[in-house]
């Protein structure tokens, strides 16, 4: 599945933060690593709700095709 553009955005966003987070490590720079890694936990709460939206949009979906409760309780 392809993700939206604000998505991908994330997802690079979370691996240039890696890539950052290796040369603070190098360069021995703690508040560096520390501000990256609350950076990545920011954005990985944003693609936890693209997600938990995802499962909303999908079980709504669902709803939508079952037949109305009293014809499914008879």
């Known amino acids: 599945m392809k ?15 890696v890539e950052y987070i290796h040369l603070k490590i190098e360069q021995a720079d703690w508040h560096g690593v520390s501000d990256a890694a609350n950076d990545i936990r920011e954005l990985e709460a944003q693609l936890r709700l693209y997600k938990i939206m995802d499962l909303h949009e999908d079980y709504a979906t669902f709803l939508a095709g079952l037949p109305p409760l009293h014809e499914r309780i008879k």
């Open 3 to 17: 993700l939206p553009h604000e998505r991908q955005d994330l997802e690079v966003q979370i691996e240039k933060l």
